[in-house]
């Protein structure tokens, strides 16, 4: 029995004060060894692929020198640490007896009979001690059992010779003397061992074949595709917004863009969907990564879009948000550098590994330095899926620029070229360059109410200037056409300036400043006349303008500016020649709503602005630049383009087949036969096919268009052959096949046909005076240079 009096009270209480603490100490020191011995087994020693279990023990890489130190580590702490908790349990007991002098009694009666606190802690002690020579033996089975799996498979796990695998052995070297140099090696599982080498290179990579020893069910078993969904169109596009983001000023300019044109793109997926009728549309996920607005890539337009800085790409980029989400796909929006690692699934390390996953997008829509960011993150898998991007490209990117070897070779390597993509996954933002895809944007369109309020409204004395920074206005001998227009007209400019008026600008120029984009509409639906300075080129704001009832003025170059002679386009991957500051206002639009003239000829450009204020024009909108043009265009890509195919190599002469192609009545041009079969699976149809022999020194894109017909390369293919020259009734002396921008070719002097070996060099751009180039032309929609009349 415990005698109970005030003091021995006072004693159990002490007692109690000094055990519990400390058994909680040694009761969390077990804890935390079993803990830190199953996650050492599961974690450190696994060696962890992706996908295995955190206690996955691979018994290739336990026997690992570094695995073994840790085991052998491990065993040592847990002993010493039975020794201390051993040598704490002895002290407590010595210690015991003095502070519970004449209350022995007491720890038997709180605790079982035969299991005191002393008892306890040796328990634990010993429990501990256990799992060290547990350790210990797990230790020995491993070495041993590494020792038999190292001689039983050493055989396997030498560089085959599989004539399959040419390149197996030279990885296999490589990857012995630089495994280390990047940490994505290690992530896969490679240890600097030979079979993690094979291993690597047989399963995650495709150089070598795969081990017999090696459980292959998991490697070939490919996942299966989604089943399809169709896509419907959305007229609401408020989670647009949402995923589109903010921070940025140029994601404010371009959410406000989408958010005031919502209408107009509802509108349009409404016409759109009745012209389509009940057509199956496959729902695609898209990944789109602006790579511009990086913060790797220097993001140099965020920071002017308040200062008048060019503003086209970001209009482009909203507007492809927008079509792509109003077609109904699923869409995926990065601004980033770890934003599209994790979204494309990069595994730690510098970029030389491949995905960790399947690409999870059908397609991805970037830019020159998004690509060139995917290329250094993405390892082989860039080449596996880089079928599946679209490149966004102002200005255009020729085969000749394209194609590696060949710009190398001769002459076109650039800083934006050498992809070897399929030129039509280059997409512009006008249809300068049949070799690509057109992509565009959108300008505001009116309904009938809104036109006639503008024509009615007009002042027909008023100007406004195309060139929102200073710098635009220092133009050499501008003076002089602005003091002639400032006779006819009231001048006006939206220049930007933080305080003092820029000096670049006349006094007898009024200016506005930097005008927000409703604002700039409202003058602009004031205006008789919009002038262009020469520069920038091809933006969107002459559309604005010419659908907002103005006329546009522009210089004529001359000679016309290329990569050549002008600094601006020096080092893009285009020969192109711009004749004017906006080729398509000038090609496609014309006079009356466009005027191009001699800005150094003062008596040209008198009689033009003379002539524009006599002339009346009403608002005019290309259905191409239309919300529903959009839309058409970019649904017709989405479901027809489709370069993951394996290409058809260029046909041989010897081997080639007939061609389907029939002398047309004039004798002038080669077409498609009416018994012939159609291309299964072409795109366009290949039935709007037809073929000229251009003149010497003369591009396929402009004899297609002498005729009033678009070069289409895709049909390249179809005329590669002696039989198409033979059908022409030229007479080729001699054929041959070669690598060369400019062919399918006749050269006269020496009565040679030439043939392309190369199909990614197909062209419709290019010219020589030695060659007759045999050019593929299609015909096209009213309004929309894009698409054939059966492309739909």
């Known amino acids: 029995m415990i005698t109970v009096n005030p003091d021995g009270k006072i004693m159990v209480r002490r007692c109690l004060v000094t055990l519990r603490p400390f058994r909680l100490f040694v009761l969390g020191i077990g804890f935390f060894s079993l803990c830190f011995l199953m996650t050492s087994l599961g974690g450190q020693l696994s060696a962890r692929r992706p996908g295995d279990s955190p206690f996955t023990i691979r018994t290739e890489v336990l026997g690992g020198p570094e695995s073994r130190g840790v085991l052998r580590r491990m065993s040592e702490l847990l002993e010493l640490m039975a020794k201390r908790v051993d040598a704490l349990a002895r002290l407590e007991n010595g210690s015991e007896p003095h502070r519970a002098a004449g209350h022995g009694r007491l720890a038997v009666d709180r605790f079982p009979p035969g299991a005191g606190l002393m008892e306890r802690i040796q328990a634990i002690a010993q429990n501990v001690s256990d799992i060290a020579a547990k350790v210990d033996q797990i230790l020995r089975h491993s070495l041993v059992l590494h020792s038999k799996v190292s001689e039983g498979r050493r055989d396997q796990c030498e560089a085959p010779s599989d004539p399959k695998f040419p390149d197996c052995s030279g990885k296999v070297e490589w990857m012995r003397a630089r495994w280390t140099s990047d940490p994505c090696y290690a992530f896969f599982g490679v240890d600097g061992t030979e079979c993690s080498f094979l291993i690597y290179l047989s399963e995650v990579e495709w150089f070598c074949p795969p081990l017999p020893w090696r459980n292959q069910t998991a490697a070939q078993m490919a996942p299966k595709p989604l089943p399809k969904v169709q896509a419907v169109f959305r007229s609401n596009l408020s989670h647009l917004l949402e995923l589109m983001g903010s921070g940025k000023e140029s994601l404010i300019f371009m959410k406000k863009r989408t958010k005031r044109l919502t209408a107009q793109w509802a509108l349009a ?46 209009v482009q980029w909203a507007d492809i948000l927008a079509t792509l989400y109003v077609l109904g796909h699923g869409l995926r929006i990065t601004v980033s550098l770890k934003e599209l690692q994790s979204n494309l699934g990069v595994p730690p390390g510098r970029g030389n590994c491949p995905l960790t996953m399947p690409l999870p997008f059908d397609l991805i829509y970037t830019d020159y330095h998004g690509l060139q960011q995917m290329k250094q993150h993405m390892g082989l898998s860039f080449k596996k899926y880089r079928c599946r991007i679209r490149v966004i490209d102002t200005f255009g990117t020729e085969p000749a620029y394209n194609h590696e070897e060949y710009a190398t070779l001769h002459g076109y390597r650039t800083n934006w070229g050498y992809w070897n993509l399929n030129p039509k996954q280059f997409m512009t933002m006008f249809p300068h360059t049949p070799d690509n895809s057109f992509m565009g944007f959108v300008s505001e369109e009116l309904n009938e109410t809104e036109k006639q309020l503008i024509k009615g409204g007009k002042a027909s004395n008023m100007a406004v200037v195309y060139g929102k920074e200073a710098s635009i206005w220092k133009l050499q001998g501008k003076e002089k056409f602005l003091g002639i227009l400032n006779k006819y007209m009231e001048i006006h400019g939206t220049v930007y300036y933080e305080s003092q008026r820029p000096p670049e600008v006349p006094a007898f120029v009024k200016n506005h400043g930097l005008l927000p984009q409703p604002e700039f509409q409202q003058l602009l639906r004031k205006a008789k006349l919009f002038i262009g300075f020469g520069f920038p080129y091809e933006g969107p704001a002459p559309l604005e303008a010419i659908a907002n009832g103005c006329v546009f003025l522009q210089s004529r170059f001359s000679p016309p500016h290329s990569s050549l002679n002008h600094e601006f386009f020096r080092g893009k991957p285009t020969s192109r020649e711009v004749f004017s500051q906006h080729p398509y206002a000038e090609n496609f639009i014309g006079k009356p709503h466009v005027w191009t003239v001699d800005y150094n000829n003062s008596e040209e450009f008198e009689a033009a602005i003379k002539a524009i204020m006599r002339t009346q024009v009403d608002p ?8 529903e043009g959009m839309l058409e265009r970019i649904h017709a890509y989405i479901q027809h383009q489709d370069f993951c195919a394996a290409s058809r190599p260029a046909p041989a002469a010897a081997r080639a087949p007939p061609s389907p192609f029939v002398l047309a009545p004039n004798a002038t041009h080669l077409e498609w036969a009416q018994n012939a079969s159609l291309a299964p699976g072409a795109w366009p149809p290949a039935q709007s096919l037809r073929a000229w022999l251009a003149a010497a020194g003369r591009a396929c894109t402009d004899a297609c268009l002498d005729h009033g017909l678009i070069c289409e390369p895709s049909f390249f293919p179809f005329l590669n052959s002696q039989d198409a020259f033979q059908k022409l009734q030229v007479p080729c002396d001699s054929t041959e096949s070669e690598m060369n921008h400019l062919y399918p070719a006749f050269a006269q002097p020496g009565r040679e046909c030439f043939l392309q070996k190369e199909p990614l060099l197909f062209s419709c751009a290019g010219s020589s005076t030695k060659y007759h180039r045999l050019c593929p032309c299609r015909d096209f929609r009213k309004g929309q240079v894009a698409l054939c009349r059966d492309c739909l």
């Open 269 to 314: 997926a409404q016409r759109l969907a009745r012209k389509l009728g009940s057509v199956w549309r496959d729902q695609k996920q898209i990944l789109v990564h602006i790579g511009f607005l990086t913060e790797e890539s220097g993001d140099v337009f965020s920071p002017r879009v308040l200062k008048g800085g060019p503003l086209g790409e970001m």
């Open 620 to 627: 005019y909108l290309p259905y191409e630049y239309t919300c």
